[in-house]
C-alpha cells in the first residue's frame, strides 16, 4: 500500500513522502467478520473490502480506521478505542484499520488516496 496526499490535479496523487506499508487484506465475509478480534495488535494494516464500518467490541487495543470511497481516497479517519461501535459512512466502500497513532504516522488524512498492489 503506497500512501499519497491530496492530489494537485484532479485524477493525479503525486507526494515524494510516499509510505509503503504492509497491508493485509480481508476480502471474504468471514474475514471481515473477524477483522482484527483477538488479535494482541496489528503489524501494517488490515484493509476491509468491501465495508462501509466497524467495531471495536472485543478488541483488545485501540485502532485508526479510514474510510476510503469507491477511488480509494480518504474520507475519514477516526482512533476509536475498544469497545465502541462506528458511525457507517454511507459514501465508503473500503475500511483500513491499524494500531493507534499509525496513520498519522504514515500520513493517511483525509483527502489522501490509497494505491494498494497484488489486490484483486
Do not use: C, N, Q
Not at 490535479?9 to 471481515?32: Q, V
Not at 494500531?99 to 489486490?119: D, K
Amino acid at each position: 500500500m503506497k500512501v499519497f496526499g491530496p492530489s494537485p490535479e484532479p485524477g493525479r496523487a503525486i507526494s515524494a513522502d510516499a509510505s509503503e506499508i504492509p497491508l493485509e487484506i480481508a476480502g471474504s465475509a468471514r474475514a471481515r467478520r473477524r477483522g482484527l478480534l483477538g488479535r494482541a495488535g496489528v503489524t501494517g494494516a488490515l484493509l476491509l473490502t468491501p465495508a462501509r464500518g466497524v467495531h471495536t467490541v472485543g478488541m483488545r487495543f485501540a485502532v485508526d480506521v479510514a474510510y476510503l470511497d469507491r477511488e480509494w481516497r480518504v474520507l475519514s479517519v477516526r482512533t476509536m478505542p475498544p469497545g465502541r461501535i462506528g458511525v457507517p459512512r454511507p459514501r465508503a466502500r473500503h475500511v483500513i484499520e491499524a494500531a493507534a497513532g499509525s496513520l498519522a504516522e504514515w500520513g493517511v488524512r483525509r483527502g489522501a488516496r490509497i494505491v494498494v498492489h497484488g489486490a484483486g
